[in-house]
Structure formats: C-alpha cells, structure tokens
C-alpha cells in the first residue's frame, strides 16, 4: 500500500503550479517527435526517479544519515535559495557561479538525438534526474 501512496504522490506533482504550464509544451514536443513519445518520455522519468530514490536511500541508509536530517538539509537550501531569489545581487552571483554548468547541460542535452523512443526515454531520464 506504501508504493500505491508513493506513487499517487508522484502523479501529485504533476499539478504542481511549477510544472503545470510546462507540462502540455513538454507532452506536445514529444508528441511530435514519435507518437508514443510521451509514453517513452514518463518511462524514462519513471526509471530514473525509482534509480534515485534507490540510490540515495540506500547511500543514506549506509551512511546513517536519517529522513529528518534529509528534510532539515532540504529546508536549509530551500531558505538559502529564497534569500538569493529575494536579494538581486545574490541572484547575479548565483547566476555567474553557475552559468558555466547550465551552458555545459544545455550543451549536452542538445547533443542527444531525440528523435524516437529511444531519444524521448533518454530525455526523460535527464529530466527526472534534474527534477
């Protein structure tokens, strides 16, 4: 019954006010790339969201680091990016210290073919990975 809720929970943030407007521009580019793209596109997101969450509960599990850590840390940086959300000059300097690594994904995300199932699950893996 946990893995039903897990999942339900998942689905959940799909309407989310962040991903909401995205998502049709996302489902219509894959669309037109392949007719199952979409369906290709969820699996991709789906494998790697239960490879991270694998990954990382297993790493932290081994490590002794607990759940409450886990959502204290997550609270942390959710404060921290608030502030340089909140402070222009933060923004500016967040922005030039990590210019360097959005041009290098942009870079590699380009460099994948996206055409076919293939392409559409690989792009869902990366886009699980940074969601």
């Known amino acids: 019954m946990d893995l039903f809720f897990a999942y339900l929970a998942g689905l959940l943030t799909l ?14 580019s894959s669309l037109g790339r392949h007719k199952a ?9 789906s494998v790697a969201f239960v490879a991270l969450g694998l990954v990382l ?3 932290g599990r081994s490590l002794g680091i607990s759940e ?5 840390v997550a609270a942390i940086f ?4 608030g502030v340089i959300l909140l402070v222009p000059k933060a923004t500016g300097i967040f922005a030039t210290m990590t210019s360097g690594f ?4 942009d ?14 699950f690989l792009v ?7 969601w």
Request: charged fraction near 10%.
């Open 15 to 28: 309407i989310n006010p962040c991903v909401l407007p995205i998502l049709p521009i996302v489902l219509t």
């Open 37 to 45: 793209g979409p369906l290709a596109m969820a699996a991709g997101m």
């Open 57 to 59: 509960s297993v790493f």
């Open 68 to 72: 409450e850590m886990v959502a204290q």
């Open 78 to 81: 959710l404060l921290i990016f």
């Open 102 to 105: 959005a041009a290098r994904a």
């Open 107 to 120: 870079t590699s995300i380009d460099a994948v073919e996206q055409k076919g199932l293939g392409g559409q």
């Open 124 to 130: 869902g893996v990366l886009m699980g990975a940074v």
